[in-house]
């Protein structure tokens, strides 16, 4: 599923993955193209590490995803698949698992969701009245 979800973004939105980490190579992030910001980061993570109940070392991918609507973001992690975020603010972000639990349209729809949170108002430069997007 990653691949896909990868091939999503990269039609929907015109971004390809970036791989900012040496030591974790495989770790993607994608950005607007203007504001630079993230809106999805894709890693594979041991499933101990995200369920410390569950005591398989399986390595999972997953995708990282910002949903700054608290009430949509407490409502998706009682859903399965979804988590508060794994190494990411867990009030703004949640992890989708990409083990086939979630669906990939619903998957798709999050990251619609995600992209559209991380576009943000910039703040006026000083003297200036004027804030664009």
Known sequence: MRRKITEYIRNRYGVGPEYPWVKYDDNAVFRHEGNRKWFALIMDVRRD???????????????????????????????KGIIPAYHMNKQNWITVYLDGSVPEEHVEDLIDVSYINTLTI?????????SFI
Not at 52 to 71: H, Q, R, Y
């Open 49 to 79: 590490r995200l369920d410390p109940g569950d005591t398989s070392c399986e390595v999972i991918s997953v995708i990282n995803l910002k949903i700054a609507d608290m009430a949509l973001h407490d409502t998706l992690v009682h859903e």
């Open 122 to 130: 910039r703040k006026a430069k000083k003297g200036s009245d004027r």
